[in-house]
T-cell receptor, first 109, second 114 residues
Framework: GQNIDQPTEMTATEGAIVQINCTYQ??????LFWYQQHAGEAPTFLSY??LDGLEEKGRFSSFLSRSKGYSYLLLKELQMKDSASYLC??????????WGAGTKLIIKP | DAEITQSPRHKITETGRQVTLACHQT?????MFWYRQDLGHGLRLIHY???????NKGEVSDGYSVSRSNTEDLPLTLESAASSQTSVYFC?????????????FGPGTRLTVL
């Protein structure tokens, strides 16, 4: 079967760094997406990884290891506005997106 | 600016009624998707379309139907609403005909079936 695992909830402090992990088992792999979703809003695109390694985009970075079926999203210099759910999604061999349940990130002052 | 809109944003209906949720995009994207989002689950694909007159079933298509008569719209119909279909519904679109592509989401419709 196809499976995406993420922690349900994480808590971090404003100004700190947090790493949100995602492990996957899918039928084929054609890339991994991270989306941000604020409560009551639509998911919005954050990053896409298809090759192993780290992709940096401002305060956010995303890492992929295809051999380990593993990715993480790294958020630096946390701000209160980063309080949201972070969704990991894998594109399978049919180019369908398989979604994780999301990680709710709570930022405390 | 191009956008994707959904209507209504909130809907309460009764068991057994037919309900249609609208999705309209001005990106001129080929691909459109309908998902439902429930607590504890990831987004689950209901139906999708890769172009006009093309529709395909997703993971959780039972009790739902779609039609694609033009590029901009993909309405989702619940044939006979059930309480299990209480959920938040998101429409999304993407551009590429082949390969993985970023999906852009509408604001969502919160549907309650009593």
């Amino acid at each position: 079967g196809q499976n995406i695992d993420q922690p349900t909830e994480m808590t971090a402090t404003e100004g700190a760094i947090v790493q949100i992990n995602c492990t996957y088992q899918t039928s084929g792999f054609n890339g991994l997406f991270w989306y941000q979703q604020h409560a009551g809003e639509a998911p919005t695109f954050l990053s896409y990884n298809v090759l192993d390694g780290l992709e940096e985009k401002g305060r956010f970075s995303s890492f992929l290891s295809r051999s380990k079926g593993y990715s993480y999203l790294l958020l630096k210099e946390l701000q209160m506005k980063d309080s949201a759910s972070y969704l990991c999604a894998v594109t399978d061999s049919n180019y369908q997106l398989i979604w994780g349940a999301g990680t709710k990130l709570i930022i405390k002052p | 600016d191009a956008e994707i809109t959904q209507s209504p944003r909130h809907k309460i209906t009764e068991t057994g009624r037919q309900v249609t949720l609208a999705c309209h995009q001005t990106w001129n994207h080929n691909n459109m998707f309908w998902y439902r989002q429930d607590l504890g689950h990831g987004l689950r694909l209901i139906h999708y379309s890769y172009g006009v007159q093309d529709t395909n079933k997703g993971e959780v298509s039972d009790g739902y139907s779609v039609s694609r008569s033009n590029t901009e719209d993909l309405p989702l119909t619940l044939e006979s609403a059930a309480s299990s279909q209480t959920s938040v519904y998101f429409c999304a679109s993407s551009e590429k005909l082949e390969g993985p592509d970023t999906q852009y989401f509408g604001p969502g419709t919160r549907l309650t079936v009593l």
